[in-house]
């Protein structure tokens, strides 16, 4: 594995310890206000944090969306992922949403197979698959208690593994924190019509925790955007599963949703299935020199 491989998973991964506090943010105002207006705080404040520093950087002018299909579907793909996640999260346990929402592993890599033609080896498919079975493991969710959030959940796994595969085909030239403003445009649009019938007033700590939460997801996005143009889709694909381990913290931390023993081995499989998949380089014969 080259350094640019390396660093595009180092950035994935450290995205991925950053976003889920975002995600607890959303739970946590979404039990005193409507979960719209949630989403419509996680849209605004994104557009606005990245909007004003690509016009300081790179002009106003950046502020126009870029006629193009891709950031087009892209900026959709993430709206419709994130409300439905967020809606997921508003009537399950964070951990729970997260077990659905790693379908988007397996979407990936297969979509990476289909549209890229990147070559995923046995090895890759093998730490999906164990991934994604220490996930449920970690979790356990029971048939007992499916809901019809449940469904809410995969398809929103489903809308960001599209997110991401976008996320390889959108024109390099533009740069990456204008990417990151243009991605929430769609949702900044479609939030903020919706929001209006049901807009509750925030107290002053809700409105810190709303830009909070917007902004924290715009610096995980921003870091996601450049792990893709460092790394391949099928090799960043099983690092998805580090979302995982802070949002296992903080729902001890926050919510009180202490794992058991179980949980502890589910997340070692996890974390193992993701270095498993790191291929190695092959070691060079040292030439003699003349």
Sequence with gaps: MDRRQLTGILLLVIALQILPISDTLAKYLSASLPVLQV???????HCLVTGLYSAWRYGPHMLLPTVSWTLTAR??????????FYVAIHHMPLTTALTLWFVEPFLLTLLALLVFKEKVTPLQWLAIAVGFLGIVLAIRPSADNWQWSYLIGLAAGMGYAVFLLLTRVVESRIPAVVSVYQTGLVGCVLSSIAVIPVWQSPSAIQWLQLMATGCIAAIAHFLIIKAFERAEASLLAPFTYAEVITATILGILVFGDVPDRWAYVGLAIIILSAIAVVPREPKREVSPQA
């Design 75 to 84: 900026s959709a793909a993430l709206f419709l992922a994130v409300a439905l």
């Design 39 to 45: 989403i419509w705080a996680r849209f605004f404040f």
